[in-house]
Structure formats: structure tokens, C-alpha cells
T-cell receptor
Framework: ELKVEQNPLFLSMQEGKNYTIYCNYSTTSDRLYWYRQDPGKSLESLFVLLSNGAVKQEGRLMASLDTKARLSTLHITAAVHDLSATYFCAVDMTSGSRLTFGEGTQLTVNP | DVKVTQSSRYLVKRTGEKVFLECVQDMDHENMFWYRQDPGLGLRLIYFSYDVKMKEKGDIPEGYSVSREKKERFSLILESASTNQTSMYLC???????????FGPGTRLTVL
């Protein structure tokens, strides 16, 4: 059974600081997805990582994938309040099949 | 832009009622999914579908059924709603590769 674990689950940080959210998964896969969810809203796709060593960047967020270590990271650079949200990673074991989601990391960026 | 729409944002139903939640996508995606999201329990997959008239059980199918008569539409049915089905319901769609799922706005269902 594929397990996906995120840490930390809760993250409170100050504006301007850097931090990293980690996503570990238990079974070989080279397809990993990051989503953002604002309170009371649905999930929005952020990044699609489809191979070992893949790196994607959008604004202050950068995601990477190490399939050998079964690890993805979401790095936040110089955080701003607008980044406050819950971030989910999800892993796809078999192409075209269901995704397995992590528990989510609730990020709060304080002024 | 991919668009996934859900028939209602908020819904209030009585115990025992039959409830239909509709999801429509406009990107010709083969895959469609229904999840429920509850505080502390994350996203849980109820049912999914790879093609018209195809359905697969997810992790928590009990008390639910689905229908996919057309490629763009995936319906979730609560045959006899119960209070423990009060939740946020999210629909998503994707192509098989990459399996990037696009989510609808969600339906917050309250069963009294």
C-alpha cells in the first residue's frame, strides 16, 4: 500500500523567511503533484513532477523530486502572507490511476 | 483553462433523502473522481471512473453510488443520506498521462 507522508503538518513562519515542506512516499513512483488549498476552497494544481531530478518553480515556490530517495520538497523563498494555505502532495503509482494524497501542510505566514 | 463545475456549492438535506451531486468537466478528460474531505481525515477517494459507464470503488464507497453516462459528467449519489455524510465533496478530472487532477469548487453538504 502506498503511503504518502508530509512534514511538517503545521508550519507558522514569518514573512521574508525561507522554509521547506517535505513529502515522503513509500513505493517507487516518478510522478508527483503539489496542490494548494485556501480555507473553504477547493484544490488548485501547483506543480507536476514527472521524472527524477525534476524541478519546477513558480514565484516564491520551488518543487523538486528525488525518486531514488522517494522524496519531494516544496521550498518557500521569502514568504509572504498570500502564501498562507494548506499544501498537499500526491503520488501516482501507476500511470493514469488514482492519486494518493499526503495529509497536507497548513502554512501560516505572519507579518 | 480546464473547467470542472459542480452543481451546488452548498446543499442541506434531511436524513433519508436521496441526494445527487453532479460534476461536469469541459476538457474531454477520461478520468473523473469523487472525494470527500473532512477535518483531520484529509482527502478520501469515494469512487472514480476511467471511461463512460466504467466505475471503480475508492477507499470509502459505502453509502454512495456513481453514474457516468456521458464522458463529461460524473454523478455521485447518496441513496439515503445520513448525518455522517455531512462533508465537503470534491470532484476532479484528469487525463491518464500526466495524471494531473483538476478539481471543481466543491459542494459542502449538510445532512440534518
Amino acid at each position: 500500500e502506498l503511503k504518502v507522508e508530509q512534514n511538517p503538518l503545521f508550519l507558522s513562519m514569518q514573512e521574508g523567511k525561507n522554509y521547506t515542506i517535505y513529502c515522503n512516499y513509500s513505493t517507487t513512483s516518478d510522478r508527483l503533484y503539489w496542490y494548494r488549498q485556501d480555507p473553504g476552497k477547493s484544490l488548485e494544481s501547483l506543480f507536476v513532477l514527472l521524472s527524477n531530478g525534476a524541478v519546477k518553480q513558480e514565484g516564491r515556490l520551488m518543487a523538486s523530486l528525488d525518486t531514488k530517495a522517494r522524496l519531494s520538497t516544496l521550498h518557500i523563498t521569502a514568504a509572504v502572507h498570500d502564501l498562507s494555505a494548506t499544501y498537499f502532495c500526491a503520488v501516482d503509482m501507476t500511470s493514469g490511476s488514482r492519486l494518493t494524497f499526503g495529509e497536507g501542510t497548513q502554512l501560516t505566514v505572519n507579518p | 483553462d480546464v473547467k470542472v463545475t459542480q452543481s451546488s456549492r452548498y446543499l442541506v438535506k434531511r436524513t433519508g433523502e436521496k441526494v445527487f451531486l453532479e460534476c461536469v468537466q469541459d476538457m474531454d478528460h477520461e478520468n473523473m473522481f469523487w472525494y470527500r474531505q473532512d477535518p483531520g481525515l484529509g482527502l478520501r477517494l469515494i469512487y472514480f471512473s476511467y471511461d463512460v459507464k466504467m466505475k471503480e470503488k475508492g477507499d470509502i464507497p459505502e453509502g454512495y453510488s456513481v453514474s457516468r453516462e456521458k464522458k463529461e459528467r460524473f454523478s455521485l449519489i447518496l441513496e439515503s443520506a445520513s448525518t455522517n455524510q455531512t462533508s465537503m465533496y470534491l470532484c476532479a478530472s484528469s487525463t491518464p498521462a500526466p495524471n494531473e487532477q483538476f478539481f471543481g469548487p466543491g459542494t459542502r453538504l449538510t445532512v440534518l
